[in-house]
């Protein structure tokens, strides 16, 4: 669910659509879901979505971009989009993992 979300914002800001408020909401979403889940069926949730997330990355059917646009190129500012959103739910996930570390030491 969640990385079709975020495959459809890759989509939308191909187009020129603006999608920071809604990326922002849906990372913090993403990130909250998958500790509810870890907590109630065992740790790894976040870790799946991102890797769910790197391999919508690297697909590219080229129905959602602008006429004219090269598809090459809208090809790679998907996979930037989709990898920059994986980053940061990793970011997310190994900030709190340390935090778990130092409130265990």
């Known amino acids: 669910m969640y990385a079709h979300d975020f495959s459809q914002m890759a ?3 191909e187009l020129g659509q603006d999608v920071d408020d809604a990326l922002a909401r849906r990372l913090r979403d993403a990130d909250n ?3 509810v889940m870890d907590q109630h069926k065992g740790k790894g ?3 799946a ?3 769910r997330i790197r391999e919508e990355a690297a697909v590219f059917n080229g129905r959602v971009m602008r006429n004219g646009t090269d598809p090459a190129e809208a090809a790679a500012r998907r996979e930037a989009f989709l990898s920059d959103v994986a980053d940061t739910l990793e970011n997310l996930r190994a900030a709190r993992s340390s935090e778990g570390q130092l409130a265990h030491a």
């Open 33 to 35: 879901h998958a500790q």
């Open 11 to 13: 989509g939308r800001a």
């Open 45 to 47: 949730h976040l870790a």
């Open 49 to 51: 979505l991102v890797a």
